[in-house]
């Protein structure tokens, strides 16, 4: 069933900007490999969501994409991975971050500078970008992620959703093609939350940028990914669209968060009643059902 | 039990964190305290042990004012599981962290140990007594925190943020156990922004906004508010939302269950069949 799942998405080799064949991680002193034959492609363009339980791998694959693994931690890593062209293995970390961005849960971690846009300044500085072009950038991923009025501010007088704001726009600045983000929004309102995943929302469609997200919470995420991928145990589960995942039997096994206008779905099917396709957020699912409602009424 | 009488409170950096909230928690209750960031649910739950005073009006646990008792005494009664669990955690092992605060109550060694053995096997950390804690996952280190302030059994728990950074297993098993203190008879509460969470415990919420309590009343009622929830920079949950959508077909929009919704949904199609 799975297996089916997995192919069942039409993948284009010649897009993929993230390709992995049989990757296996084992952390130094670890017994056990954290990833366990991870195989997969990522196009360019792509907004995905890696989810799964925690301990799962989420964290160590996303290590692997910026050269983390295997130049700063150690231990044994076989395999190929491929981003953005480069082979990881043979690349600085360095080298890397000029296409990969990681923006890191807890934005606290991430700042350090007195103003924003010293911080958004600071990752420039260390690639050696020239000065005119700095001011440029720092201005556009200011106002991309819509902090360009905070931008004298004090990083740490900021609420938690500005600061995670200056953390994405820090990541932006570098230009990356691809953004790979770990569970950014756990300290944060739903609002705030929903805010972030909009300016992510916006740098994927706008400036097309590959989105990695790791993220428990589905039910706010979902809306914009068009990319589902699931972990357990080090080894990639489920691998396809949003619907076809959330709606699989292994993903509710396996204890994913599937969304709640997902569940309604499977609990009207289960009762005979059948919407015309699998809703992954309310307005897809208030749509379907108004459709259901009424036709039946009349 | 707790009973918060018009109080203020502002740091002291002059910012005011409380303005005039007043709030009744009685034993048995199961309470989520909701807001957005900075509405002052953390202010007011560290008042409930007594470590914040007000700078005026009164808090009153059991009777007792807190600005009269230790935070030492109040915290047996009231046990308190911080946002995050680095605040909380310093023990080499995770056993010694669980028998920290049972030894500074002075309980006997006997005790402790059966305690210890309790609380680390009811929130399943028994592979990981011998563990430092600060070798363990973000959600592994709460665990850590709730089984150490578990283990003195306390009447009232307080959790600040306890569904952050857990996947959604071990959310699951969270509510069926505070669901389970609670139903023990245990005072509890719930510091969250976690609206899916809340929705499918379906506690009292008391939903705050700038300093001040906004509403007060049981889940289903304060979440399915768009108005209210919205100015507390909290989304109603995906049911309440779907529901929104559908009034026009004259069916209810405060459901916030995905069975009741079902339920609603097949009694709207049966009846017309």
């Given at each position: 069933m799975d297996d089916i799942l997995c192919e069942s998405r039409t993948v284009n080799k010649t897009l993929a900007i993230i390709n992995t064949s049989g990757l296996i991680y084992t952390y130094p002193g670890g017994r056990e490999p954290s990833l366990v034959d991870v195989s997969l492609t990522i196009e360019k363009g792509d907004y995905v969501i890696l989810t799964g339980?925690?301990?799962?791998?989420k964290t160590t694959l996303c290590r692997c994409l910026n050269g983390l693994i295997p130049h700063f931690y150690s231990g044994k890593l076989e395999g190929e991975i491929k981003v953005a062209s480069l082979t990881v293995s043979e690349h600085s970390i360095y080298e890397l971050a000029k296409h990969v961005g990681l923006v890191f849960q807890n934005p606290e971690n991430q700042l350090f500078a007195l103003s924003v846009e010293k911080d958004v300044a600071f990752g420039l500085e260390n690639l050696g970008v020239p000065r005119e072009d700095m001011r440029a950038r720092v201005d556009w991923a200011l106002q991309m992620t819509g902090i360009y009025d905070l931008r004298e501010r004090a990083p740490h007088e900021l609420s938690g959703g500005q600061q995670q704001r200056v953390a994405i726009a820090c990541v932006l600045a570098m230009k990356p093609d691809i953004m790979v983000l770990d569970e950014p929004t756990s300290f944060l309102d739903p609002l705030g939350a929903q805010k972030i995943f909009e300016v992510i929302g916006d740098l994927n469609k706008k400036l097309g940028i590959t989105v990695i997200l790791v993220e428990h919470r589905l039910d706010l995420a979902s809306k914009y990914a068009n990319h589902v991928i699931v972990m357990d145990e080090g080894k990639v589960v489920l691998d396809g669209k949003p619907l076809d995942v959330f709606d699989s039997e292994s993903a509710r096994l396996i204890g994913v968060g599937i969304p709640k206008a997902t569940r309604l779905y499977q609990a009207l099917r289960q009762s005979g009643v059948y919407l015309n396709r699998v809703p992954v957020n309310s307005q897809e699912a208030t749509l379907l059902l108004q459709e259901v409602l009424t036709r039946d009424r009349g | 039990m707790i009973e918060v009488k018009d109080v203020y409170f502002t740091y002291p950096n002059n910012v005011e964190a409380l303005k005039g909230v007043s709030l009744n928690i009685r034993k048995g209750d199961f309470v989520a305290i909701m807001g957005q960031n900075g509405a002052g649910k953390t202010t007011l739950v560290k008042h409930f042990n007594g470590l914040l005073k007000p700078t005026k009006g009164t808090v009153t646990v059991n009777g007792v004012d807190t600005r009269e008792e230790s935070v030492a005494k109040l915290s047996r009664g009231i046990g308190f599981v911080f946002q995050n669990p680095d605040n909380q955690l310093f023990c080499e092992t995770v056993e010694e962290e669980v028998a920290f605060a049972l030894r500074n109550f002075g309980f006997e060694d006997k005790i402790i140990q059966k305690r210890v053995e309790w609380a680390i096997n009811l929130l399943g950390l028994a592979k990981h007594r011998q563990s430092s804690p600060f070798m363990l996952s973000g959600g592994e280190r709460k665990r850590v925190a709730l089984a150490s302030v578990l283990a003195w059994n306390p009447d009232v728990v307080i959790l600040d943020e306890p569904t952050i950074g857990q996947d959604y297993q071990q959310k699951e098993k969270l509510r069926q156990f505070i669901v389970q203190l609670n139903a023990q008879g245990k005072t509890v509460v719930v510091v969250t922004h976690d609206v899916e969470f809340v929705a499918e415990c379906n506690p009292r919420v008391v939903l705050m906004a700038q300093g001040e309590i906004v509403v007060d009343g049981d889940a289903k009622h304060v979440l399915t508010n768009a108005k209210l929830v919205t100015e507390a920079s909290i989304v109603p949950p995906q049911i309440s939302q779907i529901f929104m959508g559908l009034t026009d077909l004259g069916l209810p929009f405060d459901i916030i269950d995905v069975y009741e919704a079902r339920d609603i949904l097949l009694d709207f199609l049966g009846g017309d069949l």
């Open positions: 339980p925690s301990g799962c791998g | -």
